[in-house]
T-cell receptor
Framework: GAVVSQHPSWVICKSGTSVKIECRSL??????MFWYRQFPKQSLMLMAT?????????EQGVEKDKFLINHASLTLSTLTVTSAHPEDSSFYIC??????????????FGPGTRLTVL | DAKTTQPTSMDCAEGRAANLPCNHS???????VYWYRQIHSQGPQYIIH???NNETNEMASLIITEDRKSSTLILPHATLRDTAVYYC????????????FGKGTSLLVTP
C-alpha cells in the first residue's frame, strides 16, 4: 500500500513549450501533496505545498506563474511547467500524505519525472 | 525543525549490518525522527520513524538514545540494493510539513 505514481517518468521538450506532470496516490487519499525539485548531485528542494481544493503555497523563489499546480482531487495533483527553459531541466518529485492509517503521518514519494528542456 | 548531522559517506560489506548514525541534539520533545533513502534517480523511499521508543519494521530498526539527541538506523543484513543516500529528518509530524532533506549519508554496500 501507499503507492504514489508520476507520469511521465521522463520528458524532453523544446524551449518555450509547456509540460504537465501528474502525481497520483494510487491506494490512498491524499489531502496534501508536495512538489520537490532536485538538480544533479544536490538534495531535494521543496517547490510548493498543495492542499486539495485550495491554492498551492509556493516556496520563496519559486515562480507561481511558471510552475502551475492543481490539486483538484484527493488522488491527483498536477505540476505544469510553463514556457520551459533549459534551466528548468531537473528531476521533479512529488509526495503525498494520506488522511488515515499509516499514510496519515508519513509522506510517500513518487518515482520522479526527469525533465530535459532543449 | 531540529537540525540533523550525518556522516557524508559510509561503506558496508554485503551481508553485514549497516549502522547509520544521526545527531539531532536540538530535537524537541514532540519531534519525530524519520528516515528516508534515495536510490540513484529514484524518488525517496520511506524507511521508518519513531518518537522515543526503538522501532523495527521489515526494512530496518531505529534505535533512539534515551536523551533523544541521537539515533541509529540499522539495516541488519545489507545488500547491494541498499546502496543509496540515507536521510535522517526531524520534524513535528509528517502530515502537513515538507521534509527538509539535508545532505544525508551516502551508503555504499560492497560485495
Amino acid at each position: 500500500g501507499a503507492v504514489v505514481s508520476q507520469h511521465p517518468s521522463w520528458v524532453i521538450c523544446k524551449s518555450g513549450t509547456s509540460v504537465k506532470i501528474e502525481c497520483r496516490s494510487l491506494d490512498f487519499q491524499a489531502t496534501t501533496m508536495f512538489w520537490y525539485r532536485q538538480f544533479p548531485k544536490q538534495s531535494l528542494m521543496l517547490m510548493a505545498t498543495s492542499n486539495e481544493g485550495s491554492k498551492a503555497t509556493y516556496e520563496q523563489g519559486v515562480e507561481k506563474d511558471k510552475f502551475l499546480i492543481n490539486h483538484a482531487s484527493l488522488t491527483l495533483s498536477t505540476l505544469t511547467v510553463t514556457s520551459a527553459h533549459p534551466e528548468d531541466s531537473s528531476f521533479y518529485i512529488c509526495s503525498a500524505v494520506g488522511t488515515s492509517g499509516r499514510t496519515w503521518d508519513t509522506q510517500y514519494f513518487g518515482p520522479g519525472t526527469r525533465l530535459t528542456v532543449l | 525543525d531540529a537540525k540533523t548531522t550525518q556522516p557524508t559517506s559510509m561503506d558496508c560489506a554485503e551481508g553485514r549490518a549497516a549502522n547509520l548514525p544521526c545527531n539531532h541534539s536540538t530535537i524537541s520533545g514532540n519531534e519525530y525522527v524519520y528516515w528516508y533513502r534515495q536510490i540513484h534517480s529514484q524518488g525517496p523511499q520511506y524507511i521508518i520513524h519513531g518518537l522515543k521508543n526503538n522501532e523495527t519494521n521489515e526494512m530496518a530498526s531505529l534505535i533512539i538514545t534515551e536523551d533523544r539527541k541521537s539515533s541509529t538506523l540499522i539495516l541488519p543484513h545489507a545488500t547491494l540494493r541498499d546502496t543509496a543516500v540515507y536521510y535522517c529528518i526531524v520534524l513535528l509530524t509528517n502530515s502537513g510539513y515538507a521534509l527538509n532533506f539535508g545532505k544525508g549519508t551516502s551508503l555504499l554496500v560492497t560485495p
